[in-house]
């Protein structure tokens, strides 16, 4: 007697439309499922290594900076969560549609999730300090997904029926519902959820160095500043409600930087080099720098994607020492313009030598931030403040060296995507208060204004195109730091726009031409519009 066989036609028949969303789901599951094996493989090889945030470090150095700026200006310091949010959606699709094909293409699905690993195992390999070994995690996280993909769709094929196999003499048995062995597909879902879970404890249990650091940063007590800065004066700080202080508390400091993982760097295993086009290079490490004579000193930083009225700006207390003193040490060469800041995650950033050297200027290598130690997504151990320049060009967080050469042979992270090489912070001010509404009368109008290294020598506000009306400023502890302001303005009942405008020490004032934020920082003046009555 001849075998009876299923047409694959008649497959293709059994195949509910049900059955392509289980398949889906598969896929979706054993993506995830890889995922968590990858954290799992990536705590134990580094970190940096994970599938996603390998992937998404490529994603944030491979975007150009139009769409850097774009993400910032609407996501501010929400942009990481927004960019693994975005990642995570489109690799569950992905996923889907190789759980999608598997069942109607096989081995197609495998193919495509297979794929998946190999990219971010190249990817993760060319990151900045990665290893070979960097490959693993994408490797092993997303051949456990094609595995559990497999096994789960084979579930969703329909298996020769009862009829057919006692046509064949045989006494094979029906799968349930029609075919399909739905119950053994539960199985194997069930089987990778719980691989998921178990990958993710263990990813989490192996990654407590973070959890450590942080508690050598929560037990650390810095050294007492060789040189002490001037305390705030009294009426630097106006205290009025909804102006921002003088003095920016740690928790409320922006942060914008390329880390998707923030370093983990224990003090005892940090150290600094200083290189390159310098007669005497060498290496200091953290018992070295803390035993060298710190000083403190108030400086504002400000982002260079801060858009006019923004808040990516901030002022603190920092504690460090003199970047110009490690110059000296090195001993540059003749012909040196730049010196290159390396984080410990790969960032760079160039920054003017002569900025660096400037006996004026108070640069730091900063260890204390507000009578702490640095915060650990603020650079801990170890960062840069440069007073006057956007952060992209001088800011460097976890920074391990500084390599003195020419802007000729190098450039920063951000300079070969189309910003500036220098960045010098521009003249701004913002409005604070009022917002929204003010009753009619005398309105307070109060905020912030900068023009660091310079100073800000005076700050006008004015009404519906009216007359500019002087501000009084607030006290400041020097001009390396921003400055608080407040005016009185008679508003009758209505809306009103009100605008700001600032002037700097040596007289230059702020210009009213709008401009984007990059290449070079945003100008124009910052409005607000306020309804009176």
């Known amino acids: 007697m001849t075998q009876a066989t299923e047409s694959p036609a008649a497959a293709q028949a059994d195949r509910s439309p049900g059955d392509t969303g289980w398949a889906a789901l598969a896929g979706v599951l054993a993506g995830g499922a890889g995922l968590a094996v990858a954290e799992l493989v990536a705590a134990v090889v580094a970190p940096g290594a994970s599938t996603l945030f390998a992937g998404g470090a490529a994603v944030v150095d491979a975007v150009p900076g139009w769409l850097k700026d774009f993400a910032v200006q609407w996501f501010g310091t929400n942009d990481k969560a927004v960019l693994l949010g975005t990642m995570g959606v489109v ?7 190789a759980g999608w094909l598997e069942l109607r293409r096989p081995p197609f699905g495998a193919l495509l999730m297979g794929a998946v690993g190999v990219v971010g195992a190249m990817v993760a390999v060319l990151r900045p300090d990665a290893t070979p070994l960097w490959a693993l995690p994408s490797i092993v996280g997303l051949g456990a997904a094609v595995l559990l993909l497999r096994a789960a769709v ?50 989490r249990v192996l990654s407590a160095g973070s959890t450590a650091v942080s508690a050598v940063r929560d ?37 914008i930087d390329t880390a998707l993982i923030v370093p983990q760097v224990n003090p005892e295993d940090w150290s600094l080099e200083v290189h390159g086009l310098v007669e005497e290079p060498f290496t200091i490490t953290w018992d070295e720098l803390l035993a060298l004579p710190l000083e403190e000193h108030h ?41 290159l800041s390396r984080s410990t995650d790969g960032f760079t950033a160039g920054t003017p030598l002569e900025v660096l050297q400037d006996p004026d200027r108070d640069s730091l290598l ?25 952060g992209y060009v001088s800011a460097t967080k976890w920074v391990t060296s500084l390599e003195v050469t020419t802007f000729d042979a190098d450039q920063g ?48 506000v004015r009404a519906d195109d009216g007359d500019w009306v002087t501000a009084e400023l607030a006290e400041t502890v020097g001009p390396d730091t921003w400055r608080q302001w407040h005016a009185s303005i008679d508003l009758a009942a209505g809306n ?8 700097d020490a040596d007289g230059l004032v702020q210009t009213e031409a709008e401009a984007p934020p990059a290449p070079d920082g945003a100008t124009g003046w910052h409005t607000v519009t306020v309804s009176v009555g």
């Open 219 to 255: 037990k650390l007590r810095l050294p007492t500043a060789r040189t002490t800065a001037p305390p705030v004066p009294a009426g630097a700080d106006l205290k009025l409600d909804g102006l921002t202080p003088y003095v920016t508390p740690n928790p409320d400091f922006y942060r």
């Open 154 to 203: 084979a579930r969703l094929r329909p298996v020769p029926s009862r009829r057919a196999a006692s046509g064949s003499g045989g006494s094979g048995s029906a799968a349930p519902d029609g075919g399909v062995d739905r119950r053994g597909f539960l199985t194997v879902s069930g089987i990778t959820v719980g691989v998921a879970a178990l990958a993710l404890v263990g990813s």
């Open 299 to 339: 400086v504002t930083l400000a982002c260079v994607s801060n858009t006019v009225g923004g808040d990516l700006i901030g002022n603190a207390l920092w504690l460090g020492y003199p970047i110009r003193a490690l110059l000296e040490r090195a001993k540059p060469r003749a012909g040196a313009d730049m010196v």
């Open 496 to 503: 009103h726009t009100l605008a700001v405008r600032a002037t």
């Open 413 to 460: 992270y951000w300079t070969p995507r189309g910003w500036s090489a220098l960045g010098p912070i521009k003249i701004e001010s913002r409005i604070d208060v009022p917002r929204g509404s003010a009753p009619a009368g005398a309105v307070t109008v109060a905020g912030v204004a900068w023009a660091q290294h310079t100073g800000i020598g005076k700050v006008e």
């Open 91 to 97: 690799l569950a699709v992905g996923a889907a549609l």
């Open 366 to 390: 900063a260890i204390g931030m507000n009578g702490e130690p640095l915060p650990v997504e603020h650079g801990f151990p170890a960062r840069l403040v440069v007073p006057g320049l956007y």
